[in-house]
């Protein structure tokens, strides 16, 4: 049998693209699995110099570095298209065929990673929730600082409530439920109480339960013994690291309901059984839960037990929006035009009178972290001068501020009536109104004016004469 015939023949039988070219760079091996893997068929390279192709690609210019060079090249991961269409992850390795110390080619085998990967990645996703539970230990916040009571911005009637609730709830060692909108402030709130409690030396442990996979909720939360499960090793639960501190559950609403059974059980009296063990466990906890959802209407959707809600919702806090706190804007505004202006090095700021009307239009639908991100937008764009000016904001802000801005026409229309006089009397008022304020801003310049109006010096001129000051 031909050895070239041979040769093709074993090639292809094999789940790696072999490409093969001799000393002068011209291919003389190139089996199925290459075809299919760079989408092109035999006839397009056989016997052909890989410089000359007319589709050549990026592995073939390695294929010729390294028939050059005489360096092999291993592992080079690459992205293509194959001849079906489909998206694959490609390892090539290139290695120069050398006789005598005499490079006489070089060979380029291709393997598709695609599955390897997939499998890897799903793998990686297990590991990672496995391991979850080791990293518990980084929830665990050791208020050496923290926000406290006294960190709570806002003098309206409404925050003064708030803060008013939030002392009591720090005298006391009841549990908490913190209601409000996202970006209120509900967890600078939990942190308050605890760091107003006497439970302030202790552990605070804070973890989003929408953050906790549905399968690992009940060892996250109560932890692990090892020989429990496949995988499992002694570990401890949010509860124990929680032990004789506070433990805080933003968006707990998020766990399943047969966890919300076990976490009441818990919250009763105080004991639990880790998963795979059989010891009963005793802590100490104080729980304050946060959710951004009204609790009377997820117990009517069923998505929160009401006999937790009662255990948990011993003390209610809500928290009020911005939009119902606009006394507090102010404040606020300053507040952050410090905090980020003395961070860049650039205080004092000051916001202008555009922007500050614009601030009372918005509705803050973010609410304070929304102001907070604005303004610290803000002072980053704001390169030069001291005052904070519309264009320095978000666009996304500006542009819903213009949407918000009532149209001239309309109001205009509503305010001619009976005694108005007649409409060209009423039009002629609005024409001097525009006028006169046009020429004081502008500071008497006739011309600048005239730009502005959009018509011609004379024209204003003779509009000026009429008007009687």
Same mark, same amino acid.
């Given at each position: 049998?031909?050895?070239?015939?041979?040769?093709?023949?074993?090639?292809?039988?094999?789940?790696?693209?072999?490409?093969?070219?001799?000393?002068?760079?011209?291919?003389?091996?190139?089996?199925?699995?290459?075809?299919?893997?760079?989408?092109?068929?035999?006839?397009?390279?056989?016997?052909?110099?890989?410089?000359?192709?007319?589709?050549?690609?990026?592995?073939?210019?390695?294929?010729?570095?390294?028939?050059?060079?005489?360096?092999?090249?291993?592992?080079?991961?690459?992205?293509?298209?194959?001849?079906?269409?489909?998206?694959?992850?490609?390892?090539?390795?290139?290695?120069?065929?050398?006789?005598?110390?005499?490079?006489?080619?070089?060979?380029?085998?291709?393997?598709?990673?695609?599955?390897?990967?997939?499998?890897?990645?799903?793998?990686?996703?297990?590991?990672?929730?496995?391991?979850?539970?080791?990293?518990?230990?980084?929830?665990?916040?050791?208020?050496?600082?923290?926000?406290?009571?006294?960190?709570?911005?806002?003098?309206?009637?409404?925050?003064?409530?708030?803060?008013?609730?939030?002392?009591?709830?720090?005298?006391?060692?009841?549990?908490?439920?913190?209601?409000?909108?996202?970006?209120?402030?509900?967890?600078?709130?939990?942190?308050?109480?605890?760091?107003?409690?006497?439970?302030?030396?202790?552990?605070?442990?804070?973890?989003?339960?929408?953050?906790?996979?549905?399968?690992?909720?009940?060892?996250?939360?109560?932890?692990?013994?090892?020989?429990?499960?496949?995988?499992?090793?002694?570990?401890?639960?949010?509860?124990?690291?929680?032990?004789?501190?506070?433990?805080?559950?933003?968006?707990?609403?998020?766990?399943?309901?047969?966890?919300?059974?076990?976490?009441?059980?818990?919250?009763?009296?105080?004991?639990?059984?880790?998963?795979?063990?059989?010891?009963?466990?005793?802590? $100490? +906890?104080?729980?304050? @839960?946060?959710?951004?959802? %009204?609790?009377?209407?997820?117990? #009517?959707?069923?998505? *929160?037990? =009401?006999?937790?809600?009662?255990?948990?919702?011993?003390?209610?806090?809500?928290?009020?929006?911005?939009?119902?706190?606009?006394?507090?804007?102010?404040?606020?505004?300053?507040?952050?035009?410090?905090?980020?202006?003395?961070?860049?090095?650039?205080?004092?700021?000051?916001?202008?009178?555009?922007?500050?009307?614009?601030?009372?239009?918005?509705?803050?639908?973010?609410?304070?972290?929304?102001?907070? $991100? +604005?303004?610290?937008? @803000?002072?980053?764009?704001? %390169?030069?001068?001291?005052?904070? #000016?519309?264009?320095? *904001?978000? =666009?996304?802000?500006?542009?819903?501020?213009?949407?918000?801005?009532?149209?001239?026409?309309?109001?205009?229309?509503?305010?001619?009536?009976?005694?108005?006089?007649?409409?060209?009397?009423?039009?002629?008022?609005?024409?001097?109104?525009?006028?006169?304020?046009?020429?004081?801003?502008?500071?008497?310049?006739?011309?600048?004016?005239?730009?502005?109006?959009?018509?011609?010096?004379?024209?204003?001129?003779?509009?000026?004469?009429?008007?009687?000051?």
């Amino acid at each position: 049998m031909n050895t070239n015939l041979l040769i093709g023949r074993l090639t292809d039988v094999l789940k790696e693209g072999i490409h093969v070219v001799d000393q002068f760079g011209v291919t003389v091996q190139y089996n199925r699995r290459i075809e299919i893997i760079e989408n092109r068929t035999s006839k397009d390279v056989m016997g052909k110099n890989l410089g000359s192709l007319e589709n050549e690609n990026e592995m073939d210019e390695l294929l010729i570095d390294v028939l050059t060079s005489g360096l092999p090249k291993i592992n080079v991961v690459h992205d293509c298209v194959n001849t079906y269409g489909n998206s694959i992850s490609v390892s090539f390795s290139f290695w120069p065929i050398t006789e005598r110390n005499v490079i006489k080619g070089a060979i380029k085998v291709a393997t598709d990673m695609t599955e390897i990967r997939r499998l890897r990645a799903e793998n990686i996703g297990l590991a990672k929730n496995i391991n979850r539970m080791s990293q518990i230990e980084s929830s665990l916040v050791k208020l050496t600082g923290g926000f406290r009571i006294e960190d709570i911005i806002g003098e309206s009637p409404q925050m003064e409530a708030v803060k008013n609730q939030v002392v009591n709830a720090a005298k006391c060692d009841l549990n908490v439920i913190i209601t409000g909108a996202s970006g209120t402030g509900k967890e600078m709130m939990a942190q308050a109480i605890h760091n107003g409690s006497r439970r302030k030396n202790k552990p605070l442990v804070l973890e989003n339960c929408a953050a906790i996979p549905e399968n690992l909720a009940e060892s996250v939360l109560f932890g692990t013994v090892k020989g429990g499960f496949t995988g499992a090793i002694d570990r401890m639960g949010l509860f124990q690291l929680a032990n004789g501190g506070t433990l805080v559950l933003d968006e707990f609403n998020s766990l399943p309901m047969g966890i919300q059974a076990k976490l009441l059980r818990g919250l009763q009296d105080g004991s639990f059984r880790q998963v795979g063990g059989l010891e009963t466990k005793q802590v $100490n +906890v104080r729980v304050i @839960a946060i959710t951004n959802q %009204d609790p009377v209407r997820l117990m #009517e959707e069923g998505k *929160l037990r =009401s006999d937790l809600f009662y255990r948990l919702g011993v003390i209610t806090i809500d928290v009020p929006s911005l939009k119902d706190r606009k006394g507090d804007l102010d404040l606020l505004a300053s507040f952050f035009l410090e905090k980020f202006g003395r961070g860049m090095d650039r205080w004092p700021l000051y916001l202008s009178e555009e922007v500050r009307e614009a601030f009372e239009e918005f509705p803050w639908k973010g609410n304070v972290r929304e102001l907070s $991100n +604005v303004i610290e937008c @803000a002072v980053n764009m704001a %390169d030069r001068g001291n005052t904070i #000016e519309m264009s320095h *904001l978000p =666009s996304y802000f500006v542009n819903e501020i213009n949407a918000f801005k009532p149209d001239p026409a309309g109001d205009l229309a509503k305010d001619f009536g009976p005694d108005s006089g007649s409409l060209s009397e009423y039009m002629a008022e609005i024409e001097r109104d525009i006028i006169l304020a046009a020429l004081k801003r502008n500071g008497g310049n006739v011309t600048k004016t005239a730009e502005e109006l959009g018509m011609t010096r004379q024209a204003l001129q003779h509009k000026i004469h009429k008007i009687e000051f």
